[in-house]
C-alpha cells in the first residue's frame, strides 16, 4: 500500500529547509566550535601518530573555512556581521603550510585520494577571505604541481592537465608542471593534430633547456615511434627556419646527427650553435668530439683504399682542429665537472704521435 504524505508535512518540509539557510549564525558558531575544538588537539598532541595528526589539521582548516562562509551570509535583516573571522583567520593561516606535508604524507602511505584533498583543501584556504590580506609564502602552485603530478600517475589526464595549468603560473614548479602537461598530451594522442600539439610543446620544453637529455630523448622516441608520419629532419629544419637566430635548433641538429653518427654534419651543426651562442661548454665538448670521429673516419677509409694525400691532409687538420677544442674545454672544465674531455684528447695526442701529453692523460683515463 503506498502512503501519502499529510500536505502540512509537504509543506512544513520546504520550511524547516528554509530555516537552516535563513539561520548561518547557528551553523558557523557550529563549524567554529568543531574547528577549535580539534585546533585544541592539534595543539596539545603528544603522541606520534602522524595520520591523525594532519587529518586533524585538514578538519581544523576545513571547519574554518565553513565557520567563515556561513560567517559572511546575510541574516535576515541582510547584514553581515563577522563574529569568527579572527579565530577562522588565525587557524587557517597557521595551519595552511602543513596541508602541503599533509598531503606528501598521506600519499606515500596510500591514502592518495586523501593526499590530493589536502592539496586542494590548500588551495581553496589560498583563495579565501581569510587570508586575503595574508603576507605569507603561497604555495598553492606547489599545491596544485603535486596533485597533477598525482593525478597523471593514476591516468586521470583531464585533472592532471587542469592542475599543471594552475601550476604554470608558479616559477618554481612551472617546467616540471609543463612536462606533466606533455605527458598527459603524449599519452592521450589519438590523431594527427593531438600529434603536432604533442609536438609543439615537446619543442618548446626542448628550446627551454636544450641539455636536457629527458627532452631530447622525448623528441627522438616520438619521431622512432612507429606509424609515425612525421620527419626529424623536416622538424628540424622546420625550427631552423622559424628561429634562424637560436642556437636550439643547431643544438638538436648536432645530437640527432651525432645519434646518426654523421660526424661531419654533428660538428658543422655545433659550431653554427657555437657562433649564436657561443663559451657553452658541452657544445665546444662536442664539436671536439665530433670532428674526432670524423677524423677517424677518413683514416679508416685511407687504410681501404689507395692513400689519398689530400684526404689525408685534411684527416691532420680535422684533428688538429678537434684538439683546439677539447683542449679548450679542458682549461674551462679542468676537474671534469661537467664533461669527460680526458679520453678523446689522449685519443687525438696518440693519433698525433704527441707522446708526452697522451702519458700526461693516461692515469686520468677512468676506466668502464
Known sequence: MIRILPTFVLFVMPLAMLAQELNPRKES????????????????????????????????????????????????????????????????????????????????????????????????????????????????????????????????????????????????????????????????????????KYLSVLAELYRSDPSSKVYFAWIMQFYNSKNRSFNLENFIDQQLQQFPHSSIPWLLKGETAMHAKHWEEAAEAYKQANIIDPDRLPVIYNIGVSMLNWGIGIKNEETKKKKDRKRETLADSIFSEAQGFLESVRKMDPHRKEVDWVTPLYQIYVIKGEDAKAEELRPLIRKG
Open 29 to 196: 558558531e557550529k563549524m567554529n566550535q568543531r574547528a577549535q575544538i580539534i585546533y585544541y588537539e592539534v595543539e596539545n598532541q603528544q603522541t606520534g601518530d602522524s595520520l591523525r595528526y594532519y587529518r586533524n589539521i585538514m578538519d581544523v582548516v576545513d571547519y574554518s573555512i565553513k565557520s567563515d562562509e556561513f560567517d559572511r551570509k546575510p541574516d535576515r535583516k541582510g547584514q553581515v556581521k563577522l563574529r569568527h573571522e579572527e579565530d577562522n583567520h588565525k587557524r587557517v593561516s597557521t595551519l595552511r603550510p602543513y596541508l602541503i606535508d599533509a598531503g606528501l604524507y598521506l600519499t606515500a602511505h596510500n591514502y592518495r585520494q586523501d593526499g590530493i584533498n589536502a592539496w586542494k583543501l590548500y588551495i581553496k584556504a589560498s583563495k579565501s577571505p581569510l587570508l586575503k590580506d595574508d603576507k605569507t609564502t603561497d604555495e598553492t602552485g606547489v599545491a596544485a604541481f603535486y596533485i597533477a603530478q598525482s593525478e597523471l600517475y593514476a591516468r586521470n589526464y583531464k585533472s592532471a592537465d587542469r592542475y599543471a595549468d594552475m601550476a604554470l603560473q608558479d616559477d618554481d614548479v612551472a617546467q616540471d608542471a609543463a612536462e606533466i602537461k606533455a605527458r598527459c598530451m603524449h599519452d592521450q594522442m589519438v590523431n594527427h593534430e593531438d600529434s603536432v
